[in-house]
């Protein structure tokens, strides 16, 4: 017959009549030796870990941790010895009756054979006692090997009955005599301490030697020790102890000027009005910045990347008139030439001067405009009839380290580019290899009620193509 025993919830204290798991330190199915911790056990007032007494396997984990409480003498797990049939350890469970109560990690494993006397060692030839007394047969066992007097033992469990715990007690040396009271300082290689509560002693130098313990029957927790534990000291200078403090956090009132009153209407106008289509690609680089850096030593110019876009975009919306419209009630005006708004931020707001014809404009052209524009936009002296217009929008946020973002229309635009930053990303070559190379994300943003998603794609696939092989911008 395999060797099963029930884990049952122990009893620490007189008050105590139920116990949460708060954490299983064995997995089920997994076996653990005599000595280390099986668990922690919560009750009202403290938390205790159960070590284990035996060498044996956690079959069955009855009670998960974090569950309900459960009453003192329920069983929460069942240990067995490696490799017990599953349909046994289910019989055992099914045929368990709870006892009234439990002893705690000590008889935590008491034997689930029928309660016959026990057999006597034959190497040890332990005094056999005789006894009439209520007395498990795990702690009449101990008693036999220890030698332990029954007589001075008061049982702990309901109706007297003896405990294996109580005889453990009974048999360390200041502990004998009557078991209730206060326990009796204890030389240091007898202190009743569980491994983790010795563990942290030792870690900080924690004296056990007269600590009374929490636990049952005085036994020394963690929390005992760590009570004892002195707190860090301070830090040199202060700082890093020093309490942190609030500050006054109150807001500083700027109240929305003339152009930010604008651009705040207009963008929830928009966002609120047009049905916004997301359209995201991206595209190799590496051609275009090695080309910028001859074309602008030719032309004698400092182009940026995002003139580069604005030309290519440009170039695109040419090809592509159904995207170079703007939407004015149940009316669509398609412009031939692209007057390309360029998202600005000036010290009032967002502002977005115009390029005007960016199409049929030289790559040194489109950079002398908005530069032209970006200086009027920081002096503040943008006029109406720089921004009045406009066929769509760019908005680059790459110099400023965005990798990916998506705009809002600008109308009756409708349409509007959003560039990120270049990376350097990885690609598979075509001989199956890595390698890395430079990517420009965009995002057009488009008003669906004029324009389709696929047009919107078919002017990306074109944009793509041109920032791709930049020498079709010069085209």
């Known amino acids: 017959m395999a060797d099963i025993r029930p884990f049952c919830m122990p009893k620490w204290g007189i008050e105590m009549t139920e116990g949460t798991v708060a954490e299983w330190m064995v997995a089920e199915g997994e076996a653990f030796h005599k000595g280390q911790t099986i668990c922690l056990i919560e009750t009202a007032k403290i938390t205790n870990d159960v070590d284990a007494e035996f060498d044996a396997v956690l079959a069955r984990i009855l009670v998960p941790a974090g569950s309900d409480p459960a009453p003192v003498g329920a069983l929460i797990g069942v240990f067995a010895e490696p490799g017990t049939d599953s349909a046994a350890i289910d019989a055992f469970i099914a045929n368990f009756k709870p006892a009234d109560t439990a002893v705690a990690a000590k008889g935590a494993g008491e034997k689930a054979k029928p309660a016959t006397p026990a057999p006597a060692p034959a190497a040890a030839t332990p005094r056999k006692i005789i006894t009439n007394r209520p007395i498990s047969p795990e702690a009449l066992k101990l008693a036999e090997q220890a030698d332990v007097d029954l007589a001075g033992i008061e049982g702990s469990g309901r109706g007297g009955r003896i405990t294996y715990q109580d005889v453990d007690q009974a048999r360390r040396p200041a502990a004998r005599g009557p078991l209730r009271g206060t326990v009796p300082v204890e030389p240091e290689s007898a202190v009743f301490a569980s491994p983790l509560a010795r563990r942290i002693a030792a870690l900080h130098g924690v004296d056990l030697a007269g600590l009374s313990g929490t636990g049952a029957r005085g036994r020394i ?20 102890a020093a309490p942190f403090v609030p500050v006054d956090n109150r807001p500083t009132v700027v109240p929305f000027d003339r152009i930010r009153k604008v ?33 602008n030593l ?39 030439h692209a007057d390309i708004a360029i ?38 002296r943008l006029g109406f009839e720089d921004m009045d217009g406009g066929t769509f929008s760019v908005s680059n946020l790459g110099m400023m380290e965005i990798e990916d973002f998506a705009a809002i229309i600008n109308p009756p635009q409708g349409a509007i580019l959003a560039v990120g930053g270049i990376t350097r990303q990885p690609v598979e070559t075509a001989e199956g290899g890595i390698a890395f190379e430079s990517r420009i994300a965009m995002t057009l943003s488009v008003d669906h009620r004029a324009i389709d998603g696929a047009a919107g794609a078919a002017f990306l696939a074109t944009l793509k193509s041109l920032i791709e092989a930049p020498e079709g911008l010069f085209a």
């Open 298 to 336: 030719i032309l004698g110019c400092k182009a940026s990347i995002n003139d580069y876009v604005i030309k290519a975009a440009a170039m695109a919306l040419a090809r592509h008139p159904d995207v170079n419209v703007q939407v004015h009630g149940q009316e669509i005006h398609r412009f031939p």
């Open 343 to 380: 998202a600005v931020a000036s010290p009032k707001g967002l502002v977005t001067p115009i390029v005007r014809q960016a199409d049929r404009m030289r790559i040194d052209q489109i950079a002398g405009a908005t530069r032209a524009l970006i200086d009027k936009a920081a002096a503040g």
């Open 221 to 240: 927790s963690k929390a005992d020790v760590l009570a004892l534990v002195p707190a860090p000291a301070p830090a040199a200078g202060g700082a890093i």
């Open 263 to 295: 651009v705040a209407q207009r963008l929830t106008e928009a966002k609120q009005q047009i049905p916004h289509v997301y359209l995201r690609v991206s595209a190799r680089a590496d051609e275009l910045a090695a080309m910028r850096k001859t074309a």
